[in-house]
């Protein structure tokens, strides 16, 4: 009820309607709610005033039942019912009393505050006797449901208990031909009809969007309808816009900047050229579109684009949230150059949603290292669910506080500001929408930490969705240092430039001067190092493993020879890697695929001509090797 605006009152959980006041001003109690409490709390509310009508269920935090699936939908199917009934009887009285109102006033004057400030004509609106701007709400029967009362300042209310849903009312003459807007609200409505003279119809709410363009829809299968949405904070009234046009086949229209179309004339912006675009200004000739360059721009050249959605992933422990750290500084501190690359510095938000007290060593260790006076950066206090509109709009509401445009904002890791599923596309939306809001409200950069899966095969790819991949302009791997082997750092995708090498980083300890632990000792932390990359002799090492293992299978499998050569058959080789090398069958179906990721046994194996495919498996056609081993066999 709050994020309506909706003060809530004291609830009763009887399964009867009950009505009251949204606010202190509301005489007529506009409000109403009905909640069920056993078992499964749920229920419905809404305001006759606003038009706002929301159904809700307590979480339960586990999978509900068939039969409690079951009594949660008869229960909706009541309060539906009681909704509609007392509904109705509201439209009826209040029918009557906004047809007395409407025909017994006068004119709105074109020189009312309102109308005056929005640089629009009256259009056939009417004044009350307190000067307030009164606009009609036709029913799709054609019969005046409803009135919206519009004072000087812009504040709106509905007539109470009036019809809104799916009422509307249309500005202009309707033609059979040309276009007819739709939009959401009447100053929006009279700004549209005056800059294209085409007929408009005011669906007066983002929500009330869908049934009225089904309506006109439906109404005229084969008219050209477009609707005009608002570009609001948080995209209300594009996705009701989007909904329609799937629904019901039309197009929309979203102002480029904040705002409704008023607000886009009123910045001095051409809305006409906006609705109806040229086709030669939209289908551009391929010569053209290339004759002017359109150079990347970089924050940490090759690595981190400007502008972009960047995932960097690995294992819990692996480094990167070091690597990512280092990036971060280096920027916020003004440094010119990452592991030889040029760096553009700029302000950084690091949404932090744990490790803490890890963090603030690093960055202290990090200002040590590299002599850093003053960072241009800010951590959060904690996590938030940043793919819900209460979660975004606390991070947006905090950047706008700090007074700075950041250039990179980090969100350290997904998983804790994810209160949906990773795995799920739709939940995986939500928060690249999330991400893309970020972008656009601040035009930066926006970078997720995210993690592997356990598995071998996972660990060159984040875990989750397939969506996160899709989405992203740059996708870069974290390998943990192994061995005599450093921290590598991979770039796995790079939509608008050529993929780089990798690099390598090794972990460096530093003492930070004034920091004790409890017993008195020096406090040190790691800073990210450059460090040499691995010999190239280590491929052939790798290379040398997988053949010993496919030789291995062969004589574990009974040294079978085809055609003169060694040969291993598909589910003999399986066999061999599941039970000798404990490989689970979905690792051993990674690498017995020929055209698997490098490093895979199969691929490294043909890439190197050791072996062919022959029959269901694979032969050795390496001449010393495959000599050797039949040799080897017959003696």
């Given amino acids: 009820m709050r994020m309506h605006g909706i003060d809530p009152p004291a609830i009763t959980l009887d399964g009867r309607i009950h009505r009251f006041k949204v606010d202190a001003s509301d005489k007529a109690k506009s409000g109403w709610y009905i909640a069920y409490g056993d078992n499964l709390p749920a229920g419905r509310f809404g305001c006759w005033k606003t038009g706002v009508d929301e159904p809700w269920r307590a979480e339960t935090g586990r999978t509900l039942t068939a039969a409690e699936e079951l009594e949660h939908a008869r229960r909706m199917a009541e309060v539906r019912a009681q909704r509609d009934a007392d509904a109705e009887q509201r439209h009826e009285v209040a029918g009557a009393i906004v047809d007395r109102i409407w025909f017994d006033l006068g004119p709105a004057p074109a020189d009312h505050p309102y109308l005056v400030r929005k640089g629009i004509k009256p259009h056939?609106?009417?004044v009350t006797g307190d000067g307030r701007l009164v606009a009609p709400l036709y029913s799709p029967e054609d019969e005046l449901a409803s009135l919206q009362y519009i004072d000087a300042s812009g504040g709106k209310l509905y007539h109470s208990g009036g019809q809104t849903g799916g009422c509307f009312t249309v500005i202009g003459l309707t033609e059979p031909d040309g276009v007819t807007y739709i939009v959401e609200g009447y100053a929006t409505g009279a700004t549209v009809h005056e800059v294209t003279g085409r007929p408009v119809v005011v669906a007066y709410s983002a929500s009330n969007l869908v049934p009225v363009a089904g309506h006109w829809r439906s109404t005229a299968p084969g008219a050209d309808l477009c609707i005009v949405a608002d570009n609001d904070k948080g995209g209300v009234g594009q996705r009701y816009a989007e909904q329609a046009a799937a629904k019901h086949g039309l197009?929309?229209?979203?102002?480029?900047?904040?705002?409704?179309?008023?607000d886009y004339v009123q910045a001095g912006k051409d809305l006409a050229s906006l609705l109806a675009p040229r086709a030669a200004d939209w289908l551009i000739p391929a010569d053209d579109f290339a004759s002017q360059p359109a150079p990347i721009s970089w924050l940490v050249k090759g690595w981190l684009q400007d502008q972009a959605l960047i995932m960097v992933h690995g294992p819990s422990g692996g480094g990167k949230t070091f690597v990512v750290l280092d990036w971060c500084l280096?920027?916020?501190?003004?440094?010119k150059d990452w592991m030889g690359c040029r760096v553009k510095p700029g302000p950084v938000v690091y949404l932090a949603g744990e490790g803490h007290h890890g963090l603030r060593g690093r960055v202290a260790a990090w200002k040590v290292h590299h002599g850093a006076d003053r960072l241009s950066m800010w951590l959060s206090r904690d996590g938030c669910d940043l793919d819900k509109a209460e979660g975004l709009r606390r991070v947006v509401d905090n950047v706008r506080a700090i007074g700075v445009r950041p250039s990179l904002i980090v969100v350290d890791t997904l998983h804790r500001f994810l209160s949906g599923d990773e795995n799920s596309a739709q939940d995986a939306r939500s928060m690249l929408d999330s991400c893309a809001s970020l972008m656009g409200e601040f035009g930066c950069s926006v970078l997720l930490v995210h993690h592997t899966g356990v598995n071998e095969e996972a660990?060159?790819?984040?875990r989750g969705s397939s969506a996160w991949r899709g989405a992203l302009d740059i996708e870069i791997s974290v390998v943990p240092a192994k061995d005599d082997r450093p921290i590598g750092i991979h770039q796995r995708k790079s939509k608008d430039a050529e993929m780089l090498e990798p690099v390598f980083a090794s972990l460096k300890s530093v003492e930070i001067p004034g920091w004790l632990d409890g017993d008195g000792a020096p406090v040190t932390s790691a800073v990210l190092d450059a460090a040499e990359a691995p010999q190239a002799a280590e491929k052939e090492s790798a290379l040398s493993r997988h053949r010993k293992t496919f030789e291995n299978a062969w004589w574990a499998s009974g040294a079978e020879v085809t055609e003169g050569a060694p040969y291993v058959s598909r589910s003999a080789l399986r066999a061999y890697?599941?039970?000798?090398?404990?490989?689970?069958?979905?690792?051993?179906?990674?690498?017995?695929?020929?055209?698997?990721?490098?490093?895979?046994?199969?691929?490294?194996?043909?890439?190197?001509?050791?072996?062919?495919?022959?029959?269901?498996?694979?032969?050795?056609?390496?001449?010393?090797?495959s000599s050797g081993l039949v040799m080897a066999k017959d003696s």
């Fill in 124 to 126: 056939g609106l009417r």
């Fill in 251 to 262: 197009r929309y229209v979203v102002p480029p900047i904040p705002g409704d179309a008023n």
């Fill in 459 to 462: 660990q060159g790819r984040a």
């Fill in 330 to 335: 280096r920027l916020a501190s003004g440094a």
């Fill in 577 to 625: 890697l599941e039970a000798n090398m404990g490989w689970s069958s979905s690792t051993v179906e990674g690498h017995l695929r020929p055209a698997g990721n490098p490093g895979r046994l199969i691929r490294e194996l043909l890439d190197s001509g050791f072996v062919k495919p022959l029959q269901h498996g694979w032969a050795v056609i390496d001449a010393v090797r």
